[in-house]
């Protein structure tokens, strides 16, 4: 399509949105002191909330004041099973069957967790490789396994580092680099989209190639889960893990999901971390103690699960059933992250960076640099954010501005570019 820079031509985008109703499924902040709505590009980082929320959060409300401990039987979307309501939805997100996904615990958690099933170093292949510049709580939790297994994380982390001058990785060089040390490898734990540069990772490849040296291949899905289409059960992956308040709306740390792949499910030579909510179902509550794993990725869970928090996701997960699930997500958010990429380099080129890749590696968020001949960075993020909008500053030097397709519009990308213009 030819954009053109104009609010005209936006107008005319956001008319024939298939999608553009889907922003009144959700509340959008308002600058302060003032009836106008905020021009909300940080859907990366927390979700808008959905309105069918507070509806779902005040059911399960209703029915805790109404039945008590009843609500986990007779009841509708009773509390026991809960989380098998979430399980279609959820794996469609991610290219999954149901059985291979669950929401539980918190995402670095499952990681954790996750780890402790699939990474399983010997005193020769005992390596894990992440990105350098991977986001701190991954490189925490990866370094942490490697010492808790007794290895030297200065040895045990290989660390992808971009050429020098880039931001982001080349296929070619995550590549050689597994195959460089394909023998040491353990695991590769990489992102799906990644959180500051907005790169979309090759997964397929990834775990195509990694496998091939039998090396566990694992995804952090953060940026990666409601933002671009993933099919992990076909790719094979081993295992994944992302929460569900980034894009996928569901609040305010709310519980996260994890994936692990079918040909696993039934592996008793597995270790893991278990807990009775991953005890065989028809067993549970005979409590000896004797662990039976159910056969499917609900046999990782430890606890029952946080029914309000669920409910939030549930609400989520309809919300985006009804603007047609993620591929009619993914159409609408490349046209609009095309059109705000526009729109910055038709009139803003020779002051601000754009650092994400194009089109076919990047997801919603672009990642923008503003030239060193300007005021610092940082100064125009606080003078953006002063003037209605809500993005987000990443050190060391990044805005991250993630139009999101279920509530952002074309008109907000030129409000949003008109404001960034007037600040620098
Ligand atoms: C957002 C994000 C996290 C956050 O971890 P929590 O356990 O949910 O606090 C971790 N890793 C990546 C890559 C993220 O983008």
Redesign the pocket.
């Known amino acids: 399509m030819q954009f053109e820079d104009s609010l005209a031509f936006a107008n005319n985008l956001d008319s024939e949105d298939p999608l553009a109703h889907m922003r009144d499924a959700f509340h959008i902040p308002q600058i302060k002191d003032s009836d106008q709505n905020e021009i909300y590009f940080c859907g990366n980082?927390l979700g808008l909330q959905p309105k069918l929320t507070a509806q779902y959060l005040h059911d399960e409300l209703n029915k805790w004041q109404r039945l008590g401990v009843k609500g986990h039987f007779d009841c509708q979307y009773p509390w026991m099973p809960y989380h098998e309501f979430l399980a279609d939805e959820s794996a469609n997100l991610v290219g999954a069957k149901a059985t291979e996904v669950v929401c539980m615990n918190?995402?670095?958690?499952?990681?954790h967790f996750m780890m402790a099933s699939f990474y399983r170093p010997t005193a020769k292949k005992f390596k894990v490789m992440l990105e350098d510049h991977?986001?701190?709580?991954?490189h925490y939790a990866v370094e942490s396994q490697v010492k808790f297994h007794g290895f030297d994380p200065d040895e045990a982390m290989i660390l992808l580092k971009p050429r020098t001058g880039e931001e982001c990785l080349h296929l070619e060089d995550i590549l050689a680099t597994i195959k460089a040390h394909a023998d040491e490898l353990a695991l590769v734990m990489l992102?799906g989209v990644?959180?500051y540069t907005g790169q979309v990772f090759d997964m397929q490849v990834i775990t195509q190639v990694a496998q091939k040296h039998d090396i566990v291949v694992g995804f952090?899905l953060?940026?990666a889960a409601g933002n671009v289409e993933m099919q992990l059960h076909d790719w094979g992956v081993d295992f994944a893990a992302w929460?569900t308040?980034?894009y996928l709306n569901s609040g305010p740390?709310s519980v996260?999901g994890c994936f692990i792949h079918e040909k696993h499910h039934d592996n008793p030579d597995l270790p893991r971390f278990s807990g009775w909510w991953g005890h065989d179902k028809d067993t549970r509550f005979k409590m000896d103690n004797q662990f039976i794993p159910i056969k499917s990725a609900e046999g990782w869970q430890l606890s029952n699960p946080p029914i309000l928090s669920l409910a939030a996701i549930r609400a989520s997960l309809d919300t985006i059933k009804q603007a047609g699930g993620i591929g009619e997500l993914r159409k609408k958010s490349k046209q609009l992250t095309a059109y705000l990429r526009f729109l910055l380099q038709t009139r803003l080129a020779e002051h601000v960076d754009i650092i994400t890749p194009d089109e076919a590696l990047s997801g919603c968020q672009l990642s923008i640099c503003i030239s060193s001949d300007h005021k610092p960075g940082k100064e125009v993020f606080e003078a953006i954010e002063a003037a209605g909008v809500t993005c987000d500053w990443r050190e060391p030097d990044v805005i991250r501005v993630a139009p999101v397709p279920l509530y952002n519009s074309y008109t907000d990308c030129v409000k949003f570019v008109d404001i960034l213009e007037a600040s620098l």
């Open positions: 980082s918190s995402l670095t958690a499952n990681l991977a986001f701190p709580s991954d992102p990644q959180y952090d953060a940026h929460c308040y980034k740390g996260a």
